[in-house]
Protein backbone atom coordinates (compact mmCIF):
# COMPACT_ATOMS: atom_id res chain seq x y z
CA UNK A 1 0.00 0.00 0.00
CA UNK A 2 0.98 3.49 -0.56
CA UNK A 3 3.08 5.00 1.86
CA UNK A 4 2.28 8.56 1.60
CA UNK A 5 0.84 10.92 3.69
CA UNK A 6 -3.12 11.61 2.45
CA UNK A 7 -5.71 14.04 4.24
CA UNK A 8 -9.09 12.02 5.83
CA UNK A 9 -11.87 13.60 6.59
CA UNK A 10 -12.83 12.80 10.84
CA UNK A 11 -16.59 13.64 11.90
CA UNK A 12 -18.71 12.98 14.55
CA UNK A 13 -22.45 12.17 14.27
CA UNK A 14 -25.00 12.83 16.66
CA UNK A 15 -25.39 9.71 18.22
CA UNK A 16 -21.55 10.53 19.29
CA UNK A 17 -19.94 8.00 16.64
CA UNK A 18 -16.74 9.74 14.95
CA UNK A 19 -16.04 8.18 11.49
CA UNK A 20 -13.11 8.43 9.43
CA UNK A 21 -13.31 8.99 6.03
CA UNK A 22 -10.27 7.98 3.65
CA UNK A 23 -9.95 7.12 0.32
CA UNK A 24 -12.48 6.96 -2.07
CA UNK A 25 -15.08 7.44 1.19
CA UNK A 26 -13.42 10.71 1.73
CA UNK A 27 -13.89 12.07 -1.54
CA UNK A 28 -17.71 10.53 -1.66
CA UNK A 29 -18.19 12.55 1.35
CA UNK A 30 -16.91 15.75 0.01
CA UNK A 31 -18.89 15.54 -2.35
CA UNK A 32 -21.82 14.66 -0.12
CA UNK A 33 -22.49 11.17 -0.93
CA UNK A 34 -23.64 8.62 1.79
CA UNK A 35 -19.99 7.24 2.86
CA UNK A 36 -20.64 3.04 3.57
CA UNK A 37 -19.67 1.63 6.63
CA UNK A 38 -19.28 -2.29 5.90
CA UNK A 39 -21.63 -4.39 7.02
CA UNK A 40 -22.98 -7.06 4.43
CA UNK A 41 -21.28 -5.54 1.44
CA UNK A 42 -19.46 -8.01 -1.23
CA UNK A 43 -17.12 -4.77 -2.14
CA UNK A 44 -15.88 -4.11 1.45
CA UNK A 45 -13.55 -5.95 3.97
CA UNK A 46 -14.54 -5.34 7.45
CA UNK A 47 -12.39 -5.86 10.62
CA UNK A 48 -13.65 -5.64 14.28
CA UNK A 49 -11.00 -3.24 16.34
CA UNK A 50 -10.94 -1.98 20.06
CA UNK A 51 -14.01 0.44 20.46
CA UNK A 52 -14.47 0.67 16.29
CA UNK A 53 -15.22 -1.05 12.84
CA UNK A 54 -12.54 -0.41 10.29
CA UNK A 55 -13.44 -0.94 6.44
CA UNK A 56 -11.54 -1.09 3.35
CA UNK A 57 -13.25 -0.91 -0.28
CA UNK A 58 -11.36 -4.29 -2.01
CA UNK A 59 -12.30 -3.25 -5.38
CA UNK A 60 -10.25 0.06 -5.24
CA UNK A 61 -6.94 -1.20 -3.47
CA UNK A 62 -6.62 -1.19 -0.46
CA UNK A 63 -5.00 1.71 1.07
CA UNK A 64 -5.96 3.28 4.88
CA UNK A 65 -9.74 2.27 5.70
CA UNK A 66 -12.43 4.43 6.58
CA UNK A 67 -13.58 3.76 10.80
CA UNK A 68 -16.43 4.28 12.80
CA UNK A 69 -15.63 4.40 16.43
CA UNK A 70 -18.31 3.85 18.79
CA UNK A 71 -15.56 4.23 21.90
CA UNK A 72 -12.91 6.83 21.44
CA UNK A 73 -11.37 6.42 24.68
CA UNK A 74 -10.26 2.42 23.73
CA UNK A 75 -9.61 3.12 20.19
CA UNK A 76 -6.96 5.40 21.28
CA UNK A 77 -4.48 2.94 21.96
CA UNK A 78 -3.85 2.20 18.20
CA UNK A 79 -5.31 5.27 16.55
CA UNK A 80 -1.99 6.50 16.34
CA UNK A 81 -0.15 3.20 15.42
CA UNK A 82 -2.73 3.05 12.37
CA UNK A 83 -3.24 6.64 11.04
CA UNK A 84 -0.52 8.53 12.79
CA UNK A 85 -0.33 11.02 15.75
CA UNK A 86 -2.44 13.82 13.81
CA UNK A 87 -5.82 11.51 13.21
CA UNK A 88 -5.28 10.19 16.67
CA UNK A 89 -5.38 13.85 17.80
CA UNK A 90 -8.70 14.45 15.48
CA UNK A 91 -10.70 12.10 16.75
CA UNK A 92 -9.98 12.94 20.52
CA UNK A 93 -10.88 16.23 19.84
CA UNK A 94 -14.38 15.63 17.78
CA UNK A 95 -15.04 12.89 20.80
CA UNK A 96 -14.39 15.87 22.76
CA UNK A 97 -17.38 17.63 20.30
CA UNK A 98 -14.45 20.66 19.15
CA UNK A 99 -15.02 20.79 16.53
CA UNK A 100 -17.42 18.41 14.74
CA UNK A 101 -15.42 17.60 11.56
CA UNK A 102 -11.94 18.39 10.28
CA UNK A 103 -9.63 17.22 7.98
CA UNK A 104 -6.58 16.01 9.14
CA UNK A 105 -3.12 14.29 7.56
CA UNK A 106 -2.84 10.60 8.15
CA UNK A 107 1.00 9.08 7.91
CA UNK A 108 0.35 5.22 6.80
CA UNK A 109 2.45 2.69 9.16
CA UNK A 110 2.75 -0.55 8.91
CA UNK A 111 0.19 -1.51 11.12
CA UNK A 112 -2.11 -0.07 8.26
CA UNK A 113 -0.52 -2.31 5.66
CA UNK A 114 -0.92 -5.18 7.80
CA UNK A 115 -4.40 -4.41 9.15
CA UNK A 116 -5.65 -3.89 5.62
CA UNK A 117 -4.00 -7.72 4.65
CA UNK A 118 -5.79 -9.14 7.78
CA UNK A 119 -9.40 -7.44 6.48
CA UNK A 120 -8.86 -8.55 3.38
CA UNK A 121 -8.24 -11.87 4.39
CA UNK A 122 -11.15 -11.75 6.37
CA UNK A 123 -13.38 -11.01 2.89
CA UNK A 124 -11.70 -13.46 1.29
CA UNK A 125 -12.87 -15.85 3.54
CA UNK A 126 -16.44 -14.44 3.40
CA UNK A 127 -17.08 -13.50 -0.01
CA UNK A 128 -14.43 -15.38 -2.30
CA UNK A 129 -16.20 -16.61 -5.30
CA UNK A 130 -15.88 -20.18 -5.73
CA UNK A 131 -16.60 -21.60 -8.75
CA UNK A 132 -16.81 -24.94 -11.19
CA UNK A 133 -18.56 -23.34 -13.68
CA UNK A 134 -16.45 -20.10 -13.60
CA UNK A 135 -13.62 -21.91 -13.18
CA UNK A 136 -12.40 -20.17 -10.19
CA UNK A 137 -11.11 -22.06 -6.81
CA UNK A 138 -12.02 -22.62 -3.80
CA UNK A 139 -9.63 -21.17 -1.41
CA UNK A 140 -8.59 -23.96 1.61
CA UNK A 141 -10.01 -22.91 4.64
CA UNK A 142 -7.79 -24.43 7.01
CA UNK A 143 -4.83 -22.77 4.82
CA UNK A 144 -6.57 -18.87 4.79
CA UNK A 145 -7.29 -19.72 8.64
CA UNK A 146 -3.98 -20.02 10.07
CA UNK A 147 -2.82 -17.09 7.39
CA UNK A 148 -5.60 -15.31 8.93
CA UNK A 149 -4.16 -16.19 13.14
CA UNK A 150 -0.61 -15.13 12.01
CA UNK A 151 -1.58 -11.80 10.85
CA UNK A 152 -4.30 -11.41 13.58
CA UNK A 153 -1.35 -12.37 16.40
CA UNK A 154 0.71 -9.81 14.13
CA UNK A 155 -1.74 -7.16 14.28
CA UNK A 156 -2.64 -7.20 17.89
CA UNK A 157 -2.32 -4.00 18.66
CA UNK A 158 -5.94 -2.83 17.40
CA UNK A 159 -7.72 -5.42 20.06
CA UNK A 160 -7.88 -5.28 23.97
CA UNK A 161 -9.27 -7.52 26.50
CA UNK A 162 -12.81 -6.21 26.37
CA UNK A 163 -13.87 -9.58 24.50
CA UNK A 164 -16.35 -8.13 21.87
CA UNK A 165 -14.17 -8.44 19.07
CA UNK A 166 -14.51 -10.94 17.12
CA UNK A 167 -12.03 -11.03 14.93
CA UNK A 168 -9.48 -11.00 17.66
CA UNK A 169 -9.51 -14.43 17.38
CA UNK A 170 -5.67 -15.70 16.87
CA UNK A 171 -5.74 -18.97 19.30
CA UNK A 172 -9.50 -20.15 17.80
CA UNK A 173 -8.39 -20.14 14.39
CA UNK A 174 -5.11 -22.19 14.99
CA UNK A 175 -6.95 -24.81 17.25
CA UNK A 176 -9.87 -24.48 14.23
CA UNK A 177 -7.45 -25.33 11.45
CA UNK A 178 -4.42 -26.81 12.96
CA UNK A 179 -5.13 -29.63 10.64
CA UNK A 180 -2.89 -28.08 8.12
CA UNK A 181 -0.24 -26.79 10.27
CA UNK A 182 2.16 -30.30 9.31
CA UNK A 183 1.25 -29.50 4.89
CA UNK A 184 2.10 -26.45 5.90
CA UNK A 185 5.17 -27.44 7.48
CA UNK A 186 5.91 -29.89 4.24
CA UNK A 187 5.66 -26.80 1.79
CA UNK A 188 7.92 -24.50 3.89
CA UNK A 189 10.83 -27.30 3.97
CA UNK A 190 10.77 -27.16 -0.11
CA UNK A 191 13.60 -25.24 -1.50
CA UNK A 192 13.03 -25.12 -5.15
CA UNK A 193 10.58 -22.64 -4.54
CA UNK A 194 10.20 -18.73 -5.31
CA UNK A 195 12.33 -16.80 -2.77
CA UNK A 196 8.64 -14.49 -1.85
CA UNK A 197 6.83 -17.79 -1.57
CA UNK A 198 9.84 -18.63 0.87
CA UNK A 199 9.70 -15.63 3.06
CA UNK A 200 5.97 -15.67 3.04
CA UNK A 201 5.84 -19.33 4.36
CA UNK A 202 8.68 -18.40 6.77
CA UNK A 203 7.07 -15.32 8.48
CA UNK A 204 3.80 -16.92 8.96
CA UNK A 205 4.63 -20.11 10.28
CA UNK A 206 6.74 -18.42 12.62
CA UNK A 207 4.18 -15.70 13.52
CA UNK A 208 1.76 -18.57 13.85
CA UNK A 209 4.75 -20.21 16.82
CA UNK A 210 4.65 -17.18 18.62
CA UNK A 211 0.80 -17.18 18.65
CA UNK A 212 0.30 -20.36 19.94
CA UNK A 213 3.17 -19.62 22.85
CA UNK A 214 1.81 -16.32 23.61
CA UNK A 215 -1.97 -17.82 23.99
CA UNK A 216 -0.70 -21.35 25.97
CA UNK A 217 -1.55 -23.73 23.36
CA UNK A 218 -0.15 -27.61 22.94
CA UNK A 219 -0.19 -30.46 20.75
CA UNK A 220 0.96 -32.31 18.08
CA UNK A 221 0.72 -30.92 15.40
CA UNK A 222 2.53 -27.10 17.14
CA UNK A 223 5.37 -29.34 18.73
CA UNK A 224 6.23 -30.48 15.11
CA UNK A 225 6.38 -26.96 14.07
CA UNK A 226 8.29 -25.77 16.73
CA UNK A 227 10.75 -28.40 16.19
CA UNK A 228 11.02 -27.89 12.43
CA UNK A 229 11.35 -24.03 12.69
CA UNK A 230 14.31 -24.59 15.21
CA UNK A 231 16.06 -27.30 12.66
CA UNK A 232 14.98 -27.05 9.51
CA UNK A 233 15.38 -30.20 7.14
CA UNK A 234 15.05 -29.74 3.16
CA UNK A 235 12.00 -31.54 1.60
CA UNK A 236 13.57 -34.34 -0.47
CA UNK A 237 11.37 -33.78 -3.29
CA UNK A 238 9.58 -30.36 -4.67
CA UNK A 239 6.32 -29.75 -3.01
CA UNK A 240 3.34 -29.15 -5.50
CA UNK A 241 1.28 -26.55 -2.98
CA UNK A 242 -2.07 -27.83 -4.85
CA UNK A 243 -1.51 -31.32 -4.18
CA UNK A 244 -0.47 -30.90 -0.86
CA UNK A 245 -3.82 -29.08 0.39
CA UNK A 246 -6.36 -30.64 -2.04
CA UNK A 247 -8.97 -32.37 0.46
CA UNK A 248 -9.72 -35.58 -0.95
CA UNK A 249 -13.59 -36.67 -1.20
CA UNK A 250 -14.36 -33.05 -2.28
CA UNK A 251 -14.65 -31.39 -5.80
CA UNK A 252 -17.60 -31.76 -8.35
CA UNK A 253 -17.71 -34.53 -10.81
CA UNK A 254 -16.43 -33.42 -14.41
CA UNK A 255 -19.84 -34.07 -15.86
CA UNK A 256 -22.20 -32.78 -13.09
CA UNK A 257 -25.36 -34.52 -13.12
CA UNK A 258 -28.33 -32.24 -14.36
CA UNK A 259 -31.62 -32.03 -12.98
CA UNK A 260 -34.08 -35.16 -12.73
CA UNK A 261 -36.04 -35.19 -16.15
CA UNK A 262 -38.97 -33.63 -15.07
CA UNK A 263 -42.91 -35.13 -16.65
CA UNK A 264 -45.16 -32.52 -18.12
CA UNK A 265 -45.00 -29.32 -20.65
CA UNK A 266 -42.43 -27.02 -20.12
CA UNK A 267 -43.57 -23.38 -20.06
CA UNK A 268 -40.66 -21.52 -19.23
CA UNK A 269 -37.46 -21.80 -17.32
CA UNK A 270 -34.50 -19.58 -16.38
CA UNK A 271 -31.99 -18.42 -13.69
CA UNK A 272 -32.16 -16.93 -10.17
CA UNK A 273 -30.54 -14.57 -8.52
CA UNK A 274 -27.27 -15.95 -6.54
CA UNK A 275 -26.95 -12.98 -3.92
CA UNK A 276 -24.25 -14.46 -1.72
CA UNK A 277 -25.58 -12.13 0.91
CA UNK A 278 -28.50 -14.59 1.86
CA UNK A 279 -26.06 -17.67 2.57
CA UNK A 280 -22.63 -17.97 4.48
CA UNK A 281 -19.79 -19.10 2.84
CA UNK A 282 -19.40 -22.18 1.50
CA UNK A 283 -23.44 -23.28 0.39
CA UNK A 284 -23.59 -22.17 -3.30
CA UNK A 285 -21.71 -22.49 -6.15
CA UNK A 286 -20.94 -18.69 -6.50
CA UNK A 287 -21.65 -18.70 -10.57
CA UNK A 288 -24.18 -16.06 -11.37
CA UNK A 289 -25.91 -18.94 -13.08
CA UNK A 290 -26.14 -21.27 -10.07
CA UNK A 291 -29.41 -20.77 -9.48
CA UNK A 292 -31.96 -22.06 -12.33
CA UNK A 293 -35.77 -23.13 -12.83
CA UNK A 294 -38.11 -25.12 -14.88
CA UNK A 295 -41.54 -24.34 -14.68
CA UNK A 296 -44.07 -27.02 -16.18
CA UNK A 297 -47.53 -27.67 -16.67
CA UNK A 298 -49.14 -31.62 -15.66
CA UNK A 299 -52.28 -31.63 -16.65
CA UNK A 300 -54.14 -28.71 -14.49
CA UNK A 301 -51.55 -28.21 -12.39
CA UNK A 302 -48.43 -25.73 -12.43
CA UNK A 303 -45.26 -26.51 -10.88
CA UNK A 304 -41.54 -25.58 -10.69
CA UNK A 305 -38.69 -27.05 -10.19
CA UNK A 306 -35.52 -25.11 -8.51
CA UNK A 307 -32.04 -26.22 -9.09
CA UNK A 308 -28.85 -24.82 -7.25
CA UNK A 309 -25.46 -26.03 -7.87
CA UNK A 310 -23.54 -26.03 -4.55
CA UNK A 311 -20.28 -25.12 -3.68
CA UNK A 312 -17.44 -27.36 -3.95
CA UNK A 313 -16.93 -27.96 0.01
CA UNK A 314 -20.60 -27.82 0.93
CA UNK A 315 -22.15 -29.85 3.53
CA UNK A 316 -24.51 -32.91 2.35
CA UNK A 317 -26.34 -32.76 5.42
CA UNK A 318 -27.61 -30.35 8.18
CA UNK A 319 -27.91 -27.18 5.81
CA UNK A 320 -31.80 -26.17 5.49
CA UNK A 321 -31.55 -23.75 2.29
CA UNK A 322 -34.47 -23.07 0.79
CA UNK A 323 -35.84 -21.05 -2.64
CA UNK A 324 -37.49 -17.94 -2.58
CA UNK A 325 -39.83 -17.85 -5.37
CA UNK A 326 -41.92 -14.64 -6.75
CA UNK A 327 -44.80 -15.35 -9.56
CA UNK A 328 -45.94 -12.33 -11.37
CA UNK A 329 -43.98 -9.92 -8.59
CA UNK A 330 -46.16 -10.95 -5.75
CA UNK A 331 -45.38 -12.22 -2.20
CA UNK A 332 -42.32 -14.99 -1.97
CA UNK A 333 -43.24 -18.25 -1.55
CA UNK A 334 -40.55 -20.49 0.12
CA UNK A 335 -39.55 -24.01 -0.98
CA UNK A 336 -37.12 -26.22 1.06
CA UNK A 337 -34.44 -27.43 -0.56
CA UNK A 338 -32.66 -30.86 -0.66
CA UNK A 339 -29.50 -32.44 -1.03
CA UNK A 340 -28.54 -34.38 -4.53
CA UNK A 341 -24.96 -35.06 -5.04
CA UNK A 342 -23.59 -31.74 -6.51
CA UNK A 343 -26.71 -29.61 -6.17
CA UNK A 344 -29.72 -28.43 -4.29
CA UNK A 345 -32.92 -29.19 -5.44
CA UNK A 346 -37.05 -28.24 -4.78
CA UNK A 347 -40.08 -28.83 -6.22
CA UNK A 348 -43.20 -26.79 -5.56
CA UNK A 349 -46.64 -25.97 -6.84
CA UNK A 350 -47.50 -22.69 -8.38
CA UNK A 351 -50.50 -20.89 -8.59
CA UNK A 352 -50.32 -20.00 -11.92
CA UNK A 353 -53.91 -19.38 -14.51
CA UNK A 354 -53.64 -22.92 -17.03
CA UNK A 355 -53.55 -19.63 -19.98
CA UNK A 356 -50.87 -18.11 -18.33
CA UNK A 357 -47.53 -18.90 -20.97
CA UNK A 358 -45.46 -15.81 -20.00
CA UNK A 359 -45.00 -15.87 -16.48
CA UNK A 360 -42.65 -13.51 -14.63
CA UNK A 361 -40.86 -15.56 -12.18
CA UNK A 362 -38.06 -14.70 -9.91
CA UNK A 363 -36.13 -17.54 -7.79
CA UNK A 364 -33.44 -16.69 -5.10
CA UNK A 365 -31.55 -18.92 -2.83
CA UNK A 366 -31.13 -18.12 0.83
CA UNK A 367 -30.57 -19.69 4.62
CA UNK A 368 -33.49 -18.84 6.94
CA UNK A 369 -32.25 -17.25 9.97
CA UNK A 370 -29.09 -15.98 8.42
CA UNK A 371 -30.63 -14.47 5.53
CA UNK A 372 -30.74 -10.17 5.94
CA UNK A 373 -32.96 -9.61 2.92
CA UNK A 374 -32.94 -8.60 -0.29
CA UNK A 375 -30.67 -5.75 -0.60
CA UNK A 376 -28.25 -3.35 -2.58
CA UNK A 377 -25.87 -6.61 -3.82
CA UNK A 378 -25.85 -6.17 -7.48
CA UNK A 379 -24.64 -8.55 -10.40
CA UNK A 380 -22.38 -5.88 -11.29
CA UNK A 381 -21.05 -6.41 -7.57
CA UNK A 382 -20.78 -9.43 -8.01
CA UNK A 383 -18.93 -9.89 -11.63
CA UNK A 384 -16.21 -6.76 -10.30
CA UNK A 385 -15.53 -9.17 -7.29
CA UNK A 386 -14.68 -12.55 -9.89
CA UNK A 387 -12.73 -10.16 -12.02
CA UNK A 388 -11.01 -9.07 -9.31
CA UNK A 389 -10.29 -12.68 -7.67
CA UNK A 390 -9.10 -14.02 -11.36
CA UNK A 391 -6.51 -11.20 -11.63
CA UNK A 392 -5.43 -12.21 -8.40
CA UNK A 393 -5.01 -15.78 -9.60
CA UNK A 394 -3.25 -14.65 -12.64
CA UNK A 395 -0.83 -12.55 -10.65
CA UNK A 396 -0.22 -15.67 -8.15
CA UNK A 397 0.36 -18.02 -11.49
CA UNK A 398 2.59 -15.70 -13.21
CA UNK A 399 4.42 -13.30 -10.48
CA UNK A 400 6.71 -10.40 -11.40
CA UNK A 401 10.33 -11.04 -11.80
CA UNK A 402 12.26 -10.72 -8.94
CA UNK A 403 9.26 -9.81 -6.99
CA UNK A 404 10.16 -11.16 -3.50
CA UNK A 405 7.91 -8.50 -1.21
CA UNK A 406 4.81 -9.01 -2.46
CA UNK A 407 3.48 -11.40 -0.08
CA UNK A 408 4.14 -8.52 2.30
CA UNK A 409 1.70 -6.00 0.91
CA UNK A 410 -1.53 -5.73 1.47
CA UNK A 411 -2.72 -6.76 -1.97
CA UNK A 412 -0.05 -9.34 -2.04
CA UNK A 413 -1.37 -13.03 -2.56
CA UNK A 414 -2.56 -15.16 0.53
CA UNK A 415 -0.79 -18.39 0.69
CA UNK A 416 -4.13 -19.87 0.08
CA UNK A 417 -4.36 -18.40 -3.38
CA UNK A 418 -0.86 -19.66 -4.35
CA UNK A 419 -2.07 -23.19 -3.60
CA UNK A 420 -5.36 -22.65 -5.53
CA UNK A 421 -3.70 -20.80 -8.24
CA UNK A 422 -1.59 -24.43 -8.58
CA UNK A 423 -4.61 -26.39 -8.63
CA UNK A 424 -4.73 -25.36 -12.27
CA UNK A 425 -7.40 -26.58 -14.37
CA UNK A 426 -8.04 -29.90 -12.15
CA UNK A 427 -10.40 -27.79 -9.86
Same mark, same amino acid.
Given at each position: ?174 ? @? ?127 ? @? ?110 ? @? ?10
Amino acid at each position: MARDPMDVEVTRGEDGTVRIAAGTDAARGRAGGDVPTGGCDVTRAVLDAAGAVLAWPVLGGLGLPSAEIHDPGRAQQWLWALYGEHVAAAVHDCAAREPAGVRAMADPTALAGSAARLGLGHWAARWWPASYPDAIPALEPDLLGLELAALTHQCQQLFDDEGDQPDDCAAELIG @EHQAALDPLVQWWRDTSQPAATALHLDRVLRLIDDAADSAGLDGPALRHLRTSLDRRRPAATPIDPGALFTRHGGGYALAAAGPPAGAGRVIARGSGTNDWRRYPPGFVDAAENAVTWTARALGARRQI @EVEVLAHVSASTVGAPLVAEIRLNGGQPNRVALDRRDDSWSGRADLDLPAGATEPRIEVGVLLPGFDPGPGAGTRADRDAVRALVRRRLTAVAHPLPQDTASYDAALGPFLA @ETAAAATGEDY
